[in-house]
């Protein structure tokens, strides 16, 4: 059950995108994860951020006047396991299937707004650093073309990227 408990609050930190340095706040303890156990499972809690100290995940620390738990470069590391070549591959993929999903043609364009509205949120923080080498190697690779409208850097798809979709 602790190993359960750990694996929770790991997953908080990746559902919130948590950097090395952000923080869980006692708050979401008490409130989020204390009410979802039962009280046999709510004993748990301690050991399980204790063995997470120990692993050298996280870090506890005073934050706001309240306990809060603070990712640690390897905590970081073990939630977002380092693979560039998997995390350009679903950026593409992201980008092909949003000009798929507007039906786009040879010249249309997805733009700044779509990559952070659409785009990012779907990204880890460890994804989000492949961004701009993906997009780069979809340029490379003759799929979009980058261009500057309106002082925004927009996809433009192109032939190549056209073929590849449809």
């Not at 100290?53 to 306990?67: A, F, K, S, Y």
């Not at 809060?68 to 992201?94: H, N």
């Amino acid at each position: 059950m602790k190993q359960q408990i750990a694996a929770r609050i790991l997953d908080q930190f990746v559902t919130m995108s948590a950097r090395v340095g952000h923080c869980i706040g006692e708050r979401w303890i008490l409130h989020e994860l204390r009410p979802s156990l039962n009280p046999k499972e709510q004993m748990e809690i301690e050991p399980a951020i204790d063995d997470l100290r120990t692993q050298g995940l996280i870090e506890v620390d005073r934050r706001v006047g309240m306990r809060a738990l603070v990712l640690t470069a390897a905590g970081y590391d073990a939630i977002y396991p380092s693979d560039p070549d998997t995390a350009k591959r679903k950026i593409r993929e992201a980008i092909l299937n949003g000009f798929s999903r507007s039906n786009s043609r040879v010249g249309h364009c997805l733009d700044e707004r779509w990559i952070l509205h659409q785009l990012m949120p779907t990204l880890s923080p460890r994804e989000r650093e492949q961004l701009d080498p993906a997009i780069h190697d979809m340029a490379q690779e003759g799929l979009v073309d980058l261009d500057t409208r309106m002082r925004m850097t927009a996809l433009v798809l192109t032939q190549k990227g056209f073929d590849a979709i449809y």
